[in-house]
């Protein structure tokens, strides 16, 4: 129990989100956090004790389960995740995820939190999404539904999925047990930080840190 009322305190206080943030801060100070991209995407979790957040999920035959909605920088770094119940489209969360990447210090200037574009697969291919990005002054690379996929993009996007299995390799996040969202979603920002930990961890050992 004391477990529990700890994380119940941490989660409450923001600890593991201010840890997360905090990485990346020193990782972009190190000009590691590629922010000529960002690339989205989600991937769909069993939710065995249901709870908020958590819904039909149709890749499951209807059981109940969670999406984890995530934005990740050109080179694989977890930047914001999102846990919605299982049946939320790709498309309806996609303005959510950009709009709130955290700022992120570490250098001089104003903390960044936009990217130079954002890519994405035909699950985005939305004008009200073109537009938002347009308005913020962030290029759309998103492949067009009845065409074919851009050249190269599959290139590009494939460290959002590497970056969805090294979240998932946490098991309490590829099935979800919690029925409480705000601590489903602390544990996500403690495995953020713990992706963002070990690619700190190697890029100081090679550069002899």
């Not at 059981?63 to 299982?86: N, Q």
């Amino acid at each position: 129990m004391t477990c529990w009322r700890r994380l119940d305190q941490w989660c409450r206080a923001g600890v593991f989100e201010a840890l997360h943030r905090l990485l990346l801060a020193n990782l972009h100070a190190a000009g590691e956090v590629d922010w000529s991209r960002v690339c989205i995407d989600a991937s769909h979790v069993k939710a065995k004790k249901g709870g908020s957040g958590v819904g039909p999920s149709p890749v499951d035959r209807g059981k109940p389960g969670s999406k984890h909605h995530i934005v990740c920088d050109g080179a694989g770094l977890p930047l914001r995740v999102i846990t919605t119940g299982g049946n939320v489209p790709d498309i309806a969360m996609a303005q959510t995820l950009i709009a709130t990447i955290p700022p992120v210090a570490g250098r001089i200037g104003r903390p960044r939190s936009r990217p130079d574009a954002v890519l994405a697969d035909k699950g985005y291919d939305s004008a009200a999404f073109r537009t938002h990005l347009k308005g913020r002054g962030i290029l759309a690379v998103i492949s067009q539904r009845k065409r074919r996929d851009i050249i190269g993009l599959g290139s590009l996007r494939w460290v959002v999925e590497r970056t969805i299995a090294h979240l998932h390799q946490f098991k309490r996040l590829a099935t979800r047990w919690e029925r409480r969202l705000d601590l489903h979603e602390a544990l996500t920002s403690l495995a953020s930080a713990l992706i963002c930990w070990r690619r700190f961890a190697s890029r100081g050992a090679s550069a002899g840190l």
